[in-house]
């Protein structure tokens, strides 16, 4: 099979070819692909988020026919876009603010991949127009570590290894930060139930109650 | 090895990425430019198509081109049956005008937002010469091919006629789609001749070998990157269309495509478990001992591909018996082709041995476990070889005592806690102990950390922290300054994530590879003028042996401590870094063994008569799996695997229309998983003996073995709760209500 030399020699080779990448220098991207998608142990927190300006500019210049403009208030920072009504919320931070945390699972409300805070509350926002959310305060995956710090449930998903292949979890992590405010019972069975709307194929599930109640108990 | 880095509960070493959304899978890779491609799929299981009339979707806003195979660039057929790769179809989509299956890729829109490509996608329309199709196997003739497996020793009819006590009965597993949480997709983007696929795989390294054989590239102009995969559970094994169509598609567009599989396709066009249909004889002396296991098998394919599922590879090694028989036939069906899930064979194939020891030990008045250890296989006798590592009497005792199975009352619907009535199950778990080559290469940098970087993949099961762990273990650094980078076809070959092999796969290649640099170290550091440890040319004799522990290079016989820190040697002779690199492969001590992991479960439910509620309640299982490298992330995939093996139990099948083929569930509402609430408090133990044979780590893999024996051991305690035996999966309500 192919053997060629590490990643910098395959760069330093395609840095004379047409900018794949855009607004990302080739160099860039892959630079922040090697922190942020492939360095396992030591990406900063500050790497989580792109910059959401470049998309922003991106959209407008797309020019769809139906667009109206949007404005979306996405952790503490709005955002004007243009939209067509008919653009889910996920699929606006996704494909337009560049907001990867929020995933894609089902696109039917079922498997709780894409649960944000609208508001402080958990939706699916696979089930919702952006467009219906101008007046919101929505909160992502990224958007819950304040000034580097995790929120105590991340930070307990990670101890208590709640999650397999990740997929789920950043669904999970935002259900599990909503349920915290939400009446529901003390014991493991209470918080089971009020999980039940994400799906974790891999099966994590002990690991995800355990991560709950590690911080409900020590709230 | 000594260290206590292996073995210890480490947190993933990507945790963070995972628990704030920075990971980065296949579809969320932030290209400029990128157009969208959204699936025409067939709506006919059987025929052709007569015509594809593209005119209202071409006028539809943002539109930028339509591929089918009236117009797509040509697609070559993978070489896999004449290479070392393995497609998952045979055909390459648009190949004609043929359609096989419901939910076949027969065009792709292509359309500058997602929103445009897929509602232009509904407007194309097809018109189809349809025939009948065949989709259920009780619907179709006894098969009369040439059996797929056939395996005999002794003369098991013989023995089973004269058999003083026999069970003869039929099992059915039906079709399971494996529903990884990510569904599949692919961005694919050309630079000149040259394409990169972002993809969700398995196997990054086979990925791109298929992908060049079916664009007809040489091998280095395909890229496949793929550093966080949102499981698999061997769906994501081996490439299916999509991610052909998308390449096809961003060339023709000359601009970055995304495509991704709606999870209604992911029922159709991208595997799943086949439908089996099992009798299982066994002949037995009347105090419990197996004279005769008859296994016939009947299993599932499609019209386009020969798919396997091997059903009865564990039926003649699991028990000790002189006559065993099994035989498979494949049945072809109009559905798409199917393709290994988690634990193939062995966990569908199981469920029928496992039940009948279950109504053997019944119709003989004896405890199940009992029965067991009176059949228990000393060694394989199927290759007639020692296993490299069994200690399934362990497993067994120890389930047993932390379940309290002496205190079960075997008379049905005998135990009770309060208005509930509980059922008690067990099972004996095995799954096959691998290792295939690894290529890994280790740097060691002048600013303290370190790089570990294969073409291998983590899909959930932990390898990006097993392998920092080696890393770890073989020189002292910490586990916060080793960087660990996988999921790019341009590292060097690691090996698939599947069959439970990946671990025990790289270890030995991270450990050679760390090995190698650290030797290469300690010579820079002999060689170096100013290092403490110069070593004269003309000095005679041997130079004092050096090691590496805690980071440093020390004389072997000082503490740590007194020698330098590795990267001050590379700073006296201003290097970056240096590099080993090892590759490994299979072991060549297993020739001489039997390789398999081996386990218990231990299970009960509860049966509410009153309003016919079936829950599982307890859990403990007990694995025998060689040695445990991070005990965090084994427990969880084991315990994932019995999660998975109650929705096989109770929850997962996929129903289809006879009509159209068309897959009636295709959705996470109508197929059931389990979810939180359908899983118990469960426990997993682990007797740990070092599967030495298999690499110095000792260390096996544990992806499949939670899920084989689950079903059974659920079918047993439900059995033990209602008194009705289910031998077709899942339990239905409907079989119990009439025991209410």
């Given at each position: 099979m192919s053997k060629p030399s590490d990643s910098e020699t395959s760069e330093q080779e395609n840095t004379g070819s047409r900018p794949l990448f855009g607004k990302f220098s080739r160099r860039s991207f892959l630079s922040q692909l090697g922190v942020a998608g492939l360095a396992a142990t030591t990406a900063p927190l500050a790497h989580a988020a792109p910059a959401a300006p470049q998309a922003e500019a991106e959209t407008a210049a797309a020019a769809v026919p139906g667009a109206a403009p949007v404005a979306l208030k996405v952790n503490g920072q709005t955002h004007k876009l243009m939209l067509e009504p008919r653009v889910t919320l996920l699929d606006a931070l996704r494909e337009h603010l560049q907001l990867f945390g929020a995933k894609k699972g089902c696109d039917h409300g079922q498997c709780g991949a894409c649960t944000v805070h609208v508001n402080g509350r958990r939706v699916n926002s696979c089930l919702s127009f952006a467009i219906m959310h101008q007046a919101d305060e929505i909160t992502t995956v990224e958007g819950l570590a304040q000034n580097g710090e995790l929120h105590p449930i991340q930070a307990a998903f990670i101890e208590h290894d709640g999650y397999q292949c990740g997929y789920c979890t950043s669904g999970q992590i935002m259900s599990a930060v909503a349920l915290l405010k939400e009446p529901i019972g003390k014991e493991d069975h209470d918080v089971r139930e009020a999980m039940s709307g994400n799906i974790c194929r891999c099966g994590a599930y002990n690991n995800i109650v355990a991560a709950v109640q590690h911080v409900r108990r020590s709230a | 090895?000594?260290?206590?880095?292996?073995?210890?509960?480490?947190?993933?070493?990507?945790?963070?990425?995972?628990?704030?959304?920075?990971?980065?899978?296949?579809?969320?890779?932030?290209?400029d430019n990128v157009a969208y491609g959204a699936g025409v799929f067939s709506t006919i299981a059987n025929g052709k198509i007569v015509r594809i009339d593209t005119a209202e979707a071409e006028k539809?806003?943002?539109v930028i081109d339509i591929l089918h195979h009236g117009n797509a660039d040509q697609l070559y057929r993978p070489a896999g049956q004449f290479e070392h790769s393995r497609a998952s179809e045979a055909r390459p989509p648009f190949e004609d005008d043929g359609v096989y299956y419901y939910g076949q890729f027969i065009a792709v829109v292509v359309a500058n937002t997602l929103e445009q490509a897929q509602d232009a996608a509904t407007r194309v329309k097809v018109t189809y010469a349809e025939e009948k199709p065949l989709v259920h196997l009780e619907d179709a003739p006894?098969?009369?091919?040439?059996?797929?497996?056939?395996?005999?020793?002794?003369?098991?009819?013989?023995?089973?006629?004269?058999?003083?006590i026999k069970i003869d009965e039929t099992y059915i597993t039906p079709v399971e789609t494996h529903n990884p949480m990510e569904m599949h997709g692919t961005i694919a983007a050309w630079d000149g001749d040259k394409v990169t696929l972002y993809e969700t795989?398995?196997?990054?390294?086979?990925?791109?070998?298929?992908?060049s054989e079916v664009l007809g590239l040489p091998l280095e102009n395909v890229r496949v990157i793929s550093p966080f995969c949102g499981s698999g559970f061997g769906g994501k094994l081996f490439p299916w269309p999509h991610s052909m169509v998308a390449a096809l598609a961003a060339r023709r567009v000359k601009r970055p495509v995304k495509v991704y599989?709606?999870?209604?396709?992911?029922?159709?066009?991208?595997?799943?478990?086949?439908?089996?249909?099992?009798?299982?004889?066994?002949?037995?002396?009347?105090?419990?001992?197996?004279?005769?296991i008859q296994h016939d098998v009947l299993s599932t394919t499609s019209k386009v591909d020969t798919y396997v599922e091997h059903c009865t590879s564990s039926t003649p090694m699991l028990y000790t018996c002189p006559n065993v028989k099994a035989v498979q036939h494949l049945v072809p069906l109009n559905v798409g082709t199917p393709t290994p899930m988690r634990g193939p064979g062995t966990v569908p194939g199981i469920f029928p041995l496992e039940s009948a020891m279950d109504e053997l030990a019944i119709r003989l008045n004896m405890d199940p476990l009992e029965l067991r250890l009176r059949?228990?296989?000393?060694?394989?006798?199927?290759?007639?070889?020692?296993?490299?590592?069994?200690?399934?009497?362990?497993?067994?005792?120890?389930?047993?005592?932390r379940f309290g199975w002496s205190k079960r009352n075997p008379k049905v619907a005998s135990m009770r806690d309060g208005g509930l009535v509980l059922g008690w199950g067990m099972s004996t778990a095995t799954w096959h102990a691998g290792r295939g080559g690894a290529t890994v290469r280790v740097r060691l940098n002048a600013d303290g950390t370190a790089r570990a970087s294969s073409a291998t993949q983590d899909i959930g099961t932990g390898t990006y922290t097993v392998i920092a762990q080696v890393v770890?273990?073989?020189?002292?650094?910490?586990?916060?300054k080793i960087e660990v980078v996988l999921g790019d076809s341009s590292l060097p070959p690691g090996p698939t994530s599947g069959g439970s092999t990946a671990t025990a796969s790289v270890m030995p290649a991270v450990a050679g590879a760390t090995n190698s640099v650290v030797n290469t170290l300690i010579s820079i550091a002999q060689r170096t003028q100013g290092s403490p440890f110069y070593v004269k040319e003309t000095q005679g004799g041997d130079p004092p042996s050096l090691k590496m522990t805690k980071g440093f290079i020390h004389a072997a016989d000082k503490a740590p401590e007194s020698g330098v820190p590795f990267h001050e040697i590379l700073a006296m002779r201003r290097l970056s870094g240096i590099d080993g690199e090892a590759k490994t492969g299979p072991s060549e001590e297993m020739h001489k063994f039997s390789g398999h992991s081996f386990g218990s479960h231990f299970c009960e439910v509860t049966w509410d008569p009153g309003i016919a509620r079936l829950r599982v309640s307890r859990w403990v299982t007990v694995m025998d799996a060689g040695r445990i490298i991070n005990r965090k992330t084994a427990t969880n995939q084991i315990l994932g695997g019995v999660v998975m093996g109650i929705g096989m139990a109770l929850l997962e099948e996929t129903l289809y229309d006879p009509r159209n083929g068309k897959p009636l569930n295709n959705n996470y509402g109508d197929y059931l998983v389990s979810t939180n609430a359908d899983v118990p408090a469960m426990e997993c133990i682990f007797v740990e003996y070092p599967d030495l044979n298999l690499n110095e780590y000792g260390a096996r893999g544990v992806g499949e073995i939670g899920l084989a024996g689950v079903a059974s051991a659920i079918t047993m305690a439900v059995y033990h709760a209602t008194g009705v035996r289910v031998r077709k999966l899942p339990v239905r309500i409907e079989d119990l209500l009439g025991h209410v």
């Open positions: - | 090895m000594s260290t206590s880095i292996i073995g210890a509960a480490v947190g993933r070493v990507d945790g963070k990425l995972k628990t704030t959304g920075a990971a980065r899978y296949a579809i969320d890779h932030p290209l539809m806003p943002g006894a098969p009369t091919g040439e059996p797929v497996a056939n395996y005999s020793r002794g003369d098991a009819e013989a023995a089973f006629e004269s058999a003083p795989t398995q196997g990054v390294v086979n990925h791109q070998q298929v992908m599989v709606p999870r209604s396709m992911m029922f159709t066009t991208v595997g799943h478990r086949p439908y089996t249909k099992q009798r299982m004889r066994l002949g037995a002396t009347a105090d419990g001992k197996l004279v005769s059949n228990y296989a000393e060694k394989d006798e199927s290759l007639n070889l020692p296993f490299s590592g069994k200690h399934l009497r362990e497993a067994y005792q120890i389930g047993a005592e770890s273990d073989k020189t002292g650094i910490p586990l916060n």
